[in-house]
């Protein structure tokens, strides 16, 4: 369900422009994806289109050989947004949409980048 407190807490967040987590005492409790995006317009459909993308890596129970110590298994770069969106006891969500005049992504500067930041709940 939409949560207004993550929403709030994702905005905060989105509006400093930090290509980062956080803020840190908030990522003990809540799961977080972001996504950023500069140049033409793409809806935020698009700007969550790659966590879910990232669902062909992930194996769920994971293969025989890596049974029991692993009960699921990404063999891809990452899952960790895929699993967060579809996480089973996380049932609260609340997002954020901002414009950055300049934003720092791996040292180097985005100008207009449309910055999303989701927040879920529990993490």
């Not at 407190?5 to 956080?22: F, K, P, V």
């Amino acid at each position: 369900v939409w949560d207004e407190r993550l929403a709030r807490s994702a905005e905060a967040w989105a509006t400093q422009c930090i290509w980062a987590h956080g803020p840190s005492q908030l990522m003990r409790y809540v799961g977080q994806n972001l996504s950023i995006h500069s140049g033409r317009y793409r809806s935020v459909v698009d700007l969550v289109k790659s966590w879910s993308e990232e669902k062909r890596h992930y194996s769920f129970p994971a293969p025989r050989d890596c049974q029991p110590r692993c009960p699921w298994r990404c063999s891809g770069p990452v899952c960790s947004h895929y699993t967060q969106m579809v996480w089973a006891s996380s049932n609260r969500l609340g997002c954020a949409i901002h414009t950055c005049g300049s934003i720092n992504i791996w040292g180097n500067t985005w100008h207009h980048a449309v910055y999303l930041v989701c927040n879920y709940a529990i993490k």
